[in-house]
Nanobody
Framework: QVLLVEAGGGLVQAGGSLKLSCAAS????????MGWFRQTPGKEREFVAA????????YYLDSVKGRFTISRDNAKNTVYLQMTSLKPEDTAVYYC??????????????????WGQGTQVTVSS
């Protein structure tokens, strides 16, 4: 059983920063890509960022490029999402997820099999 636990959400003013973390257990963390997704009420969960097993390759949603940075520490079994220059439209519940297959990177939420409980990020204008 894989367990993903997010932390770091909260309320921040527009232009501010937050750093989310996601601690993983129950799987060989260093062999699986990880992703961050977000969801607002009434909308589908959308891809935000992904990182491959090594941390060398990353993908981003166009609207967060240059503002968000995904990273990982395989020694700590943790993936991070550093968010800067936050905008009100970034307000959402943010989820981390683990790819269902090792040794790759993926944007498709259907290719992720384990999810965290979500952490709320609210950006006020």
């Amino acid at each position: 059983q894989v367990l993903l636990v997010e932390a770091g959400g909260g309320l921040v003013q527009a232009g501010g920063s937050l750093k989310l973390s996601c601690a993983a257990s129950g799987r060989t963390f260093s062999t699986f890509g990880m992703g961050w997704f977000r969801q607002t009420p009434g909308k589908e969960r959308e891809f935000v960022a992904a990182i491959d097993w090594s941390g060398a390759v990353t993908y981003y949603l166009d609207s967060v490029k240059g503002r968000f940075t995904i990273s990982r520490d395989n020694a700590k079994n943790t993936v991070y999402l550093q968010m800067t220059s936050l905008k009100p439209e970034d307000t959402a519940v943010y989820y981390c997820a683990s790819d269902r297959r090792p040794w790759r990177i993926n944007r498709d939420k259907l290719e992720y099999d384990y999810w965290g409980q979500g952490t709320q990020v609210t950006v006020s204008s």
